[in-house]
C-alpha cells in the first residue's frame, strides 16, 4: 500500500463523524492508502487458470476474491499487459465487482445497465449472462460512451446494445427489463483513496444534488422493470442522502417494491443505517482493503392474484 496526504474538509469530516461515529478514525486513515489491486477474468475469452499463469510468467503475486470466483487481487500496478489490450481480464476494484454479482443475471434474460460506462460491470454482466440474451448499456454522455463501446468490444462482448439517451427519462419507452443495474452517479467518497478531489470538493449541497437526482434515476429504472424482476442500486459513496434514503424513497413511492437480502462469502459489510434499509449492505474502503460501496437489492413483486 501507498500512502498519500490528503486534505479533508471540515464540512466533510463533521458529516463523516456523525455517520460512522466509533468507525471514523479508521475510515479515514483507510483514505490516505490507495486500495489493493485488482483483475476480474473475462470468462467470455479465457479461464482464471489461464490469466493465473500470465501473471505468474510475468511474476505478478496473486491471490483468490473471495466473494468473485473471477477475481483476482493482484500485486502489481503495471497491468496493462498483451492480455488486457485482448480483453482477458478487466482491471477493477474488487468490491465493485459484487454489484454485478448481486443482480444474478441468467443467459437468456434482458438486462439494463442504466449508467453503464466506462463498461466494468456491463462487460461482467455479459460474462455472468455467457453472451445469451439481451444487455441493453445505455450512457448519457457521449465522451464517456466512447469508453463504454471499446470496453464492450475488447471483452468480446456480443449480445449488448448500446444505447445514448438520459437516464431519468428511459421508461417512457416500453420495453421492459428482466433485471437492472443502476450504478448511479455519485459523491465517490468510495474512490477517494485513488482522487484527492473528491474528499476536498465535497459539500453537502453537493450530495443533496445528488441525491435528486438518484431519485428520479431510481424510479425510472423500477418502472422499466417486468413483476418478478429484480434491480440493484448501487454507488461508490457513504453519504446517507444517496445511498439509504434513496432506496427509502423507491420503497415508498413504488409499493410493489420489496428488499431483498444479499450475502456475500468473504465480504466484509454492514448493514444499511435505517431500519427499512436493514437489508442493504455498506462497504466502507477499510473492510476489504478495497473500495467503498452501498448494494440495495430491490425486487418488484407480481400482484397477488385473488383465488
Known amino acids: 500500500m501507498h500512502y498519500t496526504t490528503m486534505e479533508f474538509n471540515q464540512e466533510f469530516a463533521s458529516y463523516h463523524r456523525k455517520l460512522l461515529g466509533g468507525e471514523f478514525e479508521d475510515f479515514v486513515g483507510s483514505l490516505r492508502f490507495k486500495p489493493k489491486s485488482a483483475i476480474r477474468v473475462n470468462t467470455l475469452k479465457t479461464s482464471v ?14 491471490g483468490k ?5 473471477e477475481g483476482l487481487w493482484v500485486d502489481s500496478d503495471v497491468l496493462n ?3 488486457h489490450q485482448l480483453g482477458f481480464y478487466y482491471i477493477q476494484d474488487a468490491v465493485s465487482m459484487a454489484v454485478s454479482l448481486a443482480l444474478e443475471p441468467k443467459p437468456g434474460e434482458s438486462v439494463l445497465d442504466l449508467c453503464a ?9 455479459a460474462a455472468l449472462m455467457q453472451n445469451k440474451g439481451c444487455l441493453l448499456a445505455n450512457e448519457q454522455d457521449y ?4 469508453a463504454l463501446v471499446y470496453n464492450i468490444q475488447r471483452c468480446g462482448v456480443s449480445n449488448a446494445i448500446v444505447t445514448k439517451q438520459d437516464g431519468v427519462k428511459f421508461d417512457q419507452f416500453s420495453e421492459k427489463f428482466d433485471r437492472i443495474l443502476l450504478d448511479v452517479p455519485c459523491s465517490d467518497v468510495g474512490r477517494a ?6 474528499v476536498r470538493d465535497w459539500s453537502k449541497g453537493k450530495v443533496i444534488r ?14 422499466c422493470l417486468k413483476e418478478d424482476g429484480i434491480m440493484v442500486y448501487s454507488t461508490c459513496t457513504t453519504s446517507l442522502e444517496e445511498n439509504e434514503q434513496v432506496v427509502e424513497h423507491i420503497l415508498h413511492e413504488c409499493k410493489d417494491a420489496r428488499l431483498e437480502r444479499i450475502k456475500f462469502n468473504g465480504l466484509q459489510s454492514k448493514k444499511g443505517l435505517t431500519d427499512k434499509t436493514y437489508d442493504c449492505l455498506r ?7 478495497s473500495g467503498g460501496y452501498f448494494v440495495a437489492k430491490i425486487r418488484r413483486c407480481a400482484p397477488i392474484k385473488n383465488k
Do not use: D, F
Open 143 to 146: 465522451r464517456r460512451i466512447r
Open 49 to 62: 487458470e489461464r490469466v493465473e499463469k500470465v501473471l505468474y510468467e510475468n511474476k505478478i503475486e496473486h
Open 283 to 289: 462497504i466502507l474502503p477499510h473492510y476489504n482493503n
Open 210 to 223: 445528488l441525491s435528486a437526482l438518484q431519485k428520479r434515476l431510481a424510479l425510472a429504472a423500477y418502472n
Open 65 to 69: 476474491v473471495p466473494w468473485c470466483s
Open 81 to 83: 499487459l498483451v492480455e
Open 117 to 125: 460506462a466506462p463498461g466494468s460491470k456491463a462487460t461482467h454482466l
Open 193 to 198: 483513496m485513488s482522487n484527492r478531489e473528491v
